[in-house]
């Protein structure tokens, strides 16, 4: 079984690379999906399949895929559904074939991203108040002390998080007026 850690900010992205993986004789097994990213577990295969991801949605929609598309409801990981179909049985188009439920999707990820970020600014303005007056005292023994170390290591991972859900919400921002425009047009 082979191991992957990957994070996506958008399904496309996704769904192009675990057809990539697909395409190297790859079946995916199972995925576990965390906050920052996912673990995609895959196994060695014989049958080419293609796969696609969506958001989680009620087991009446998970249905209608299965019957409409012919296609196989895989597992839920986090909060989106993957399901796939064997390249011999025809092609497996695109879930999301309209705009308006591509535009659905992608506010949702958005309100997800601006949520979090939400909630992290207050941590990372904490966070700079109370270690940066540290570090900067302590500069010269920024090495050999260890609490400095320690407020060094939480400004940056705090930061970091932080800058990481800034980046979604802009990027899903981008896709939405990409679609809100393809709407008008």
């Known amino acids: 079984m082979e191991k992957y850690r990957k994070s996506f900010v958008d399904m496309d992205q ?12 790859l079946v995916l097994a199972r995925v576990a999906a965390d906050l920052f990213s996912s673990r995609y577990y895959f196994e060695q295969g014989g049958t ?3 796969y696609r991801v969506d958001f989680e949605r009620d ?37 999301y074939s309209d705009l308006k439920s ?14 979090l970020c939400v909630v992290l600014t207050p941590i ?3 966070d700079i108040i109370t270690y940066l007056p540290d570090i900067i005292a302590n500069a010269e023994n920024l090495g050999t ?18 800058g990481y859900f800034i980046y979604k919400a802009i990027r899903c921002r981008r ?9 008008k047009d």
Do not use: H
Request: aromatic content about 14%.
């Open 124 to 126: 990372c303005v904490i």
């Open 48 to 50: 080419a399949y293609t």
């Open 175 to 183: 896709t939405l007026n990409k679609l809100k425009k393809a709407m």
């Open 14 to 25: 996704e769904e192009k690379w675990l057809n990539e993986m697909a395409g190297k004789g």
């Open 102 to 115: 591509r535009y659905a999707a992608e506010k949702k990820a958005l309100q997800q991203a601006f949520g």
């Open 145 to 162: 002390k260890f609490g400095i170390v320690i407020s060094v290591a939480m400004l940056i991972i705090t930061a970091a998080i932080w």
């Open 59 to 95: 087991d009446d929609y998970i249905n209608f895929v299965k019957d409409t598309c012919n296609a196989e409801y895989l597992f839920t990981a986090g909060d989106k559904l993957y399901f796939r179909k064997a390249k011999e049985q025809g092609e497996f188009a695109p879930l």
